[in-house]
């Protein structure tokens, strides 16, 4: 091997040994302790957290959070690049108001809706005001399963619709824009635009959004873990559960794993569905 086919891999070595240490270490560590025991190989930390009470219903809530949360916040992207390209008054206020979840901690947010959603909080407050109820709605009361999720979901979107914004608005920024004006000229509207010229070529940041956020999404626990507790479960949640407060890393693992195995699938089915025009050919 020459120097100029070396070169590439000696530039490339820092970044595969950080990947290894910081990633492919633990995955094999969390391989090993999910399926092993005081007696070797096992799939008994497995069925021990399939007979969970908790892991089914935080199942549930994980997925229903990633089917509601993020093709709220992709619309949600969308449409608020689609008002930056339109250049409105005080542009740089709008792009800066829109991002400041981004510098708000999970914890912090969901500790400001928990003011909101909480019994005593200000939503509550100011239904009693308006005479719409008499003592205010449990939002968070662990009876209300689709209060919760609401709860949650609003605080998510809030929390981080910023970040598909900002990986959208960087997408658009890269798409000429002589192809929008030729669509224009053949007498194309907005949605026509949109539909069969923006979000084909769209497509790669796209995915890398949709990919992110539904990796995110799958991670949530803080906003969750300040608004409910454990009367809404999450996969995350039920990690932290098993690691520290059961004291039990191995079932702890089997969690993790699982949450890993949706997100490679739902790579790959974004990585299959969303395509740019050239992907597609």
């Not at 530039?11 to 025991?37: E, K, N, Y």
């Not at 709008?94 to 959603?117: Q, R, T």
């Not at 084909?200 to 999404?217: D, E, F, G, K």
């Not at 809404?232 to 949450?259: D, I, M």
Request: with cysteine; glycine share 6%; charged share 10%.
């Amino acid at each position: 091997m020459t120097l100029r086919t070396r070169t590439p891999w000696l530039l490339l070595l820092p970044s595969i040994v950080l990947l290894l240490a910081l990633f492919g270490w633990p995955l094999v560590q969390a391989v090993l302790q999910a399926f092993r025991d005081d007696h070797g190989v096992t799939t008994g930390n497995f069925s021990r957290l399939f007979h969970d009470p908790y892991f089914l219903p935080a199942l549930r809530n994980t997925l229903l959070l990633i089917v509601i949360v993020v093709p709220i916040q992709l619309v949600l992207a969308v449409a608020m690049t689609l008002l930056v390209q339109a250049r409105p008054r005080f542009l740089a206020g709008h792009f800066y108001l829109w991002c400041l979840p981004l510098a708000i901690s999970e914890l912090a947010a969901g500790l400001v809706w928990l003011s909101v959603f909480g019994n005593r909080g200000y939503l509550n407050s100011l239904l009693v005001r308006l005479g719409l109820s008499h003592d205010g709605v449990q939002w968070l009361g662990y009876q209300h399963t689709w209060t919760m999720l609401l709860a949650v979901v609003i605080a998510e979107v809030w929390r981080a619709t910023s970040l598909v914004f900002v990986i959208v608005v960087a997408g658009v920024q890269l798409i000429p824009r002589d192809y929008d004006e030729a669509a224009q000229v053949f007498g194309a509207n907005l949605w026509q635009r949109l539909r069969h010229v923006t979000l084909p070529l769209l497509a790669p940041s796209l995915q890398v959004a949709l990919i992110l956020r539904t990796i995110l999404a799958l991670q949530a626990f803080a906003v969750a873990q300040a608004l409910t507790g454990r009367d809404f479960p999450l996969l995350v949640g039920e990690t932290y559960q098993w690691y520290s407060n059961l004291q039990n890393p191995a079932v702890a693992s089997a969690v993790s794993l699982v949450v890993l195995a949706i997100s490679l699938i739902t790579a790959v089915l974004y990585l299959r569905t969303v395509r740019s025009p050239e992907q597609a050919g």
